[in-house]
Each structure stands twice: as C-alpha cells, then as structure tokens.
C-alpha cells in the first residue's frame, strides 16, 4: 500500500517487506520490483546501472543464475498463486515478461541506486528501504 505525502509516494513496511528475499545469503531486492517503485522500466534502472557499472560491485548487486532464478519463481508461485503462475507461463512464451535474468540489489546497492537515478523519488524510496532490508526479508 502507498500514500502520498508532499507530493511523495510513501510505501508501507509491508508493502516494502513484501518485496526482499535472501539470495546467496543476502538480502536482496529485484530490479523489476525497484524499478517499480521508483516509477521508471526495469530497461531504464538497468540501463543507469551499465552506464555506471563500476559503482555496483559484487556486493551491491549480482545478476541470479538460471537455477536461482527458477527457484525465485517457485517460491513466488508457492507464495503468491495462481495469478504468478500465468505471469510465468506468458514469460516463458516470450509475449511479455522478462527477457534475461534479472540483476538484484543489496542495501548498498539500493543506496546506489538513488544517487545513479539522480532523482528525489529515487532518493525518497532509497531512504524508505534502506534499514528494512535487514530487518525483513523471504527466504529462497
């Protein structure tokens, strides 16, 4: 759930919690879930993030493997039902959905991000997920 406050998106806790999962032993977020909620394409975040590779090192941000990637998904189709499983099967199809293995970002990395995107929301919705990540997160 968001609300809006001087002309700010403000998302919940939950809303943000929702969306960090512990991959290699990190908490993590998706690309396409920032991408999101910074109000931009996931195309956009990861084209900032090339022309800036070298402020994301490992340790901010990694691109999943194939098998973590199907695992991601299973737990989603597990979590959350059968409205994921239609997203996946139209994935696999090549109709929409996602092209190539998503990167995900630390709190390091989401911290990096807002500086890259240069913008306030982007600023904004850094501030609101840094500190959450290590407090919540879904296991994959």
């Keep these: 759930m968001e609300e809006?406050?001087?002309?700010?998106v403000v998302y919940s806790s939950v809303a943000i919690q929702r969306k960090i999962y512990t991959i290699r032993g990190e908490q993590v977020m998706l690309d396409s879930d920032l991408?999101?909620?910074?109000?931009?394409?996931?195309?956009?975040?990861?084209?900032?993030?090339?022309?800036?590779?070298?402020?994301?090192?490992?340790?901010?941000?990694?691109?999943?493997?194939?098998?973590?990637?199907?695992?991601?998904?299973l737990q989603m189709v597990t979590t959350k039902g059968k409205f994921l499983i239609s997203q996946i099967v139209i994935s696999k199809e090549k109709r929409g959905g996602r092209q190539k293995l998503p990167f995900v970002f630390t709190e390091q990395?989401?911290?990096?991000?807002s500086g890259v995107?240069?913008?306030?929301?982007?600023?904004?919705?850094?501030?609101?997920?840094?500190?959450?990540?290590?407090?919540?997160?879904?296991?994959?």
């Design 4 to 8: 809006i406050k001087n002309n700010l």
């Design 109 to 113: 990395g989401v911290t990096m991000l």
């Design 35 to 73: 991408a999101e909620f910074y109000g931009i394409e996931t195309r956009t975040l990861n084209q900032a993030v090339k022309r800036n590779i070298e402020r994301f090192p490992e340790d901010f941000m990694f691109q999943l493997s194939d098998e973590e990637f199907e695992n991601w998904k």
């Design 117 to 140: 995107l240069g913008s306030e929301t982007a600023v904004n919705i850094s501030i609101q997920i840094k500190g959450k990540i290590n407090r919540f997160s879904l296991t994959i």
